[in-house]
């Protein structure tokens, strides 16, 4: 049952569509907004694949997208940071 719930989340998280914001002008602090959010949206799915390599019995496979999600996770919060420095000093 897990299995089956497992693979029902991770089919949703793959088919949600990504929603896009568009950025008009050379505003640092919303650029780095707007790549926070689509690194975020990788990470999101690199958990799912994760989570679906899992529930197949590939553990390898399952670490190596966990830790891809992590990684975008760090460049989200990076991002983040960046964004509110910029929009701290103004740019």
Known sequence: MRTVYALGLAAF???TPVMAQV???GDD???H???A???RSAARQDNAEAH???????YRGAAR???AARQEQHAA???ERRAARDEALGR
Do not use: I, K, L, P
């Open 52 to 58: 679906r390599q899992a529930a197949m019995g590939n």
């Open 65 to 67: 997208d966990e830790h």
């Open 23 to 25: 950025v008009v002008g």
């Open 77 to 79: 919060n990076h991002q």
């Open 33 to 35: 907004d707007m790549r």
């Open 29 to 31: 602090a919303s650029r």
């Open 37 to 39: 959010q689509q690194d």
């Open 13 to 15: 998280m793959a088919t």
